[in-house]
């Protein structure tokens, strides 16, 4: 009988050791499955965000760089505001400031109402010009002959150029900015 309880007894040695042994394969198997699988994966994917973001940076290149007007002289403009009266101040885009005041202000801008305690309100619009050059280089040097440069600039208002100085006189109403016409009767 002693014999025999040696013989199971070493059989569950074996087959312990065995056991061990096996999941020990197969948790290298597993494991080197898994580094395979995610290896490949993430390989995959990397070259799929490398595409994404080739194509992102290129699509944000084509739009940003193909505006002129809007790289060499931006969206908005300096400004400055004057008045001989003191105590005036000027209300452009919703925002008062005191007379003197140089302003940014962004070039779609044409109205500024000049107000005084004394002279009373009044409205003023001014005529920007048109930068022709800016117009002629996005047509040349822009996707689409010049499709997007036009759409970007003329949104933004970065063809058109403020005068730098506004003067406005509350006594006789006059000012240095060529005033915009109205219609026609």
């Known amino acids: 009988m002693g014999n025999v309880f040696c013989y199971v007894m070493r059989l569950v040695q074996l087959l312990t050791a065995k056991s061990a042994e096996i999941i020990a394969v ?14 490949r994966w993430l ?10 973001t080739i194509t992102l940076v290129c699509g944000a290149g084509v739009v940003l ?3 002129c007007a809007a790289i060499f002289t931006g969206t908005k403009q300096d400004v400055a505001f004057l008045s001989p009266q003191g105590g005036g101040s000027v209300l452009v885009d919703e925002q008062k400031h005191t007379l003197p005041a140089t302003l940014k202000i962004s070039k779609k801008v044409d109205t500024a109402v000049f ?3 004394k002279y009373g309100s009044k409205s ?3 005529q920007r010009d048109f930068q022709w050059g800016f117009f002629w280089l996005d047509f ?3 996707p689409g002959y010049g499709v997007s440069g036009f759409v970007v600039d ?3 208002g970065a063809w058109m150029k403020h005068p730098s100085i506004i003067n406005y006189n509350f006594k006789n109403g006059s000012t240095n900015a060529r005033i915009k016409q109205g219609p026609k009767n």
Not at 43 to 52: A, D, P, S
């Open 43 to 52: 390989g995959v994917m990397k070259l799929h965000i490398k595409r994404i």
């Open 154 to 156: 003329g949104v933004t």
């Open 124 to 126: 003023l619009s001014w």
């Open 140 to 142: 040349l040097f822009t």
């Open 65 to 67: 760089l193909s505006s």
């Open 115 to 117: 107000s005084h305690p």
């Open 26 to 39: 197969s948790a290298s198997a597993i494991r080197v499955t898994f580094q395979f699988i995610v290896t």
